[in-house]
């Protein structure tokens, strides 16, 4: 846990907090992403939540329909939140990009905008393994904010971040390379809820695992 404290991205979430959830509760298209997840879950799957944060809405949602629920976060303040938010469901503090992952051990996989602050090739590394870990017709699902940016210095809730990430096509062909089909698809635009903020682009994917 210390070595993941020290990460950037710990250190961005463990300042941002709970303010995290508050700005963000408006999204619909999250919202309707995870009600499409629902649809597709039989009952009682086991989910992989992959950058956890406060707990809710994802794992809140998916633990309280019944289904066996962990989250992983690297920011230590993010997992305690979620802990007291989310009983129901189970939440570890760790770097996912290190953490051991079954083979097929999963029904689905979420992965809400957990990749910004990541290299490319760490994203694209993760993505691999994240569908390696889903048994055969799992879902992925995945948000980001689809720019062509590489290693950007940003300002995000008051914290200075460097991120990263792949313009809708190449995000697509990042997909389809780690063996997901493509099976929705909802672009739209959000602005949070606080201060200053400015609308930003935003892309939910559904994937199964081939």
């Known amino acids: ?3 993941a404290a020290r990460s950037p991205a710990a250190v961005a979430f463990d300042a941002i907090g709970s303010a995290y959830e508050r700005a963000f509760a408006g999204s619909a298209a999250h919202r309707a ?3 499409r997840l629902l649809e597709e879950l039989a009952p009682h799957s086991r989910i992989l939540d992959v950058g956890s944060g406060t707990g809710r809405p994802t794992a ?3 633990a309280g329909a019944g289904h066996e629920v962990l989250g992983v976060d690297v920011s230590p303040v993010m997992v305690d939140l979620a802990s007291r938010r989310v009983p129901e469901a189970d939440f570890r503090c760790a770097d996912i990009r290190g953490l051991p992952l079954e083979p097929a051990g999963y029904d689905a996989v979420c992965v809400y905008f957990a990749l910004l602050q990541m290299s490319r090739a760490d994203q694209t590394r993760l993505v691999r393994r994240l569908a390696g870990s889903l048994r055969p017709g799992g879902r992925l699902v995945l948000a980001t904010v689809p720019l062509d940016v590489e290693d950007v210095a940003a300002e995000f809730m008051g914290q200075e971040v460097r991120v990263t990430s792949f313009g809708p096509e190449a ?3 990042l997909v389809t390379g780690a063996g997901l ?3 929705w698809e909802r672009h739209t635009v ?4 606080r201060p200053a903020a400015v609308p930003e682009p935003q892309v939910f994917l559904h994937c ?3």
């Open 1 to 3: 846990m210390a070595e």
């Open 33 to 35: 992403s995870l009600g």
């Open 60 to 62: 809140g949602t998916l």
């Open 171 to 173: 995000l697509g062909e």
């Open 181 to 183: 089909t493509v099976e």
């Open 190 to 193: 959000f602005t949070p809820d």
């Open 208 to 210: 199964t695992r081939r």
